[in-house]
T-cell receptor
């Protein structure tokens, strides 16, 4: 157990639907990062939050949004889902910049869009 | 932007040594990371280099040359459980941009 908790582990939904993925960071970590991993693209950085505020954006689609709550848990909202959104979605956390000790990843949510 | 290249797949023999190379071109650099990922599981942190040279940690070592935009991960005394993907990643400015990952090297260990 890495200390980063992601729910649900698996999610199957239809095209056009909306889903919410949840992440609880490791105790004491202020930063949360969201990544998408598909077979052909590898791990892609989506967005970072630090202590409740958005800090950096990567390759996140406009149909996707995220937030970090006062208790530091984070949610990634995916809407108007397409078949190509099927992927593993990972959350990672770090105490600050994540250097030296790296980022700690959760076990991921496998999203299947049918 | 960031561009990270590493071989797609490598094969090695149990008990041997393997070196996985990574080259990168980045607009910002704040360290190079190596992660191990078994299929369908979370990546786990292996090493971090920010200065040139070799960092050793048990059976794993990682090397960095910033002037050449080059790193390698060296795995010694290979075990069957080392069969996994190895991801090279570059940190952005102060970590604020998240990590940019290469597509990973799938390492197959044969008996």
């Amino acid at each position: 157990d890495s200390g980063v908790t992601q729910t649900p582990k698996h999610l199957i939904t239809a095209t056009g639907q909306r889903v919410t993925l949840r992440c609880s960071p490791r105790s004491g970590d202020l930063s949360v990062y969201w990544y998408q991993q598909s077979l052909d693209q590898g791990l892609q950085f989506l967005i970072q939050y630090y202590n409740g505020e958005e800090r950096a954006k990567g390759n996140i689609l406009e149909r996707f949004s995220a937030q970090q709550f006062p208790d530091l848990h984070s949610e990634l909202n995916l809407s108007s889902l397409e078949l190509g959104d099927s992927a593993l979605y990972f959350c990672a956390s770090s105490g600050g910049t994540g250097l030296k000790s790296g980022y700690t990843f959760g076990s991921g949510t496998r999203l299947t869009v049918v | 932007g960031q561009n990270i290249d590493q071989p797609t797949e490598m094969t090695a023999t149990e008990g041997a040594i393997v070196q996985i190379n990574c080259t990168y071109q980045t607009s910002g650099f704040n360290g190079l990371f190596w992660y191990q990922q078994h299929a369908g599981e979370a990546p786990t942190f292996l090493s971090y280099n920010v200065l040139d040279g070799l960092e050793e940690k048990g059976r794993f070592s990682s090397f960095l040359s910033r002037s050449k935009g080059y790193s390698y991960l060296l795995l010694k005394e290979l075990q069957m459980k080392d069969s996994a993907s190895y991801l090279c990643a570059v940190g952005g400015r102060g970590g604020a941009d998240g990590l940019t990952f290469g597509k990973g090297t799938h390492l197959i260990i044969q008996p």
